[in-house]
């Protein structure tokens, strides 16, 4: 298809007939409607009762993506500069608990050109890490292959065996549109042990709250939360112990979009002050503060919780 004029409104012609289960678990229960993405013709997002995530009830087809993805105009929603991708990469290495002078093999599930893997394995050295590093990078236009970083497309993703010490999935899993299939591959490539470190979108509650605020459609067609996040684990059943749940970091920079940063930062601050202080404190589950924009997890997975 040529490149439609408008990539926020998918034409009827591009939209495939809605789901009759759970894109994310499968369930065929009834999913609950919580936001509208377009009105005509019209898609919303709804919430499922059993997996708690939310995705469009009717996706974009093949077409529609390849042109919206196509490297030409397409800029990944990964991070876009150095800070806040080397705060990030901080933020990982500080969970890597392993021997400072064994070798480490990392997953970067949609790693567009790398810098992510990149971050992390200067965060690693700057810990002390002597062993060797090897990363694999997985993108639909993989960039070329240097050093400790090795690139791949998505069909050899589904080609690999070997396992993973840490798998990341950075801003990627929102735009899965066959998500079970990936998330149970990435899951497959978790070594004994390994961290699974996943960033989304949790835009869905601030579309609520503000008006004119709207979930990034059709780019992202799933809007993942604590509530998803939390039961993760039993409903892709694997065994592993969340190690953290909460707010994703602030994506923008104080210098390059202060008033952004400013405003992000200030939502996120109760969810943060939530996660780390009060829930500890209180022991409840569930969070009462949602208007915080991402989410982010660590998982160790293949050990049991406690
Ligand atoms: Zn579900």
Known sequence: MSAPARFDVVPELHLLPAHARCPLCGSDRPRTEVALLQEDPRVAMSACPDCRGMSADRFPDDAFLRALYDPAHYASDLLQNARPTERCARHVASFVEAAADCDLRILDYGGSDGSLSQALAEA???????????????????????????????????????????????????????????????????????????????????QRRFPGYRVRWPRHVHDLGPAFWDRFLATFGVAGRLRRSAPSIVESDWRQKPVRTAIATALKAPGHLETAWLKPALGYSGNA???????????????SDG
């Open 289 to 303: 503060w949602h208007w915080v924009g991402g989410w982010e997890v660590v998982l160790q997975l293949g050990v």
């Open 124 to 206: 690693l050295r700057r810990r002390g890490y002597r062993g060797r590093l090897e990363f694999t990078i997985v993108d639909f236009a993989p960039a070329k292959s240097h050093d400790e970083f090795h690139f791949i497309d998505v069909d050899a993703f589904y080609g690999l065996e070997d396992p993973f010490d840490v798998v990341l999935a950075s801003a990627v899993l929102e735009h899965l549109t066959e998500f079970p299939r990936t998330v149970q591959k990435l899951l497959s490539l978790a070594g004994p042990g390994a961290l699974f470190y996943a960033r989304t979108p949790y835009e869905v509650p601030l």
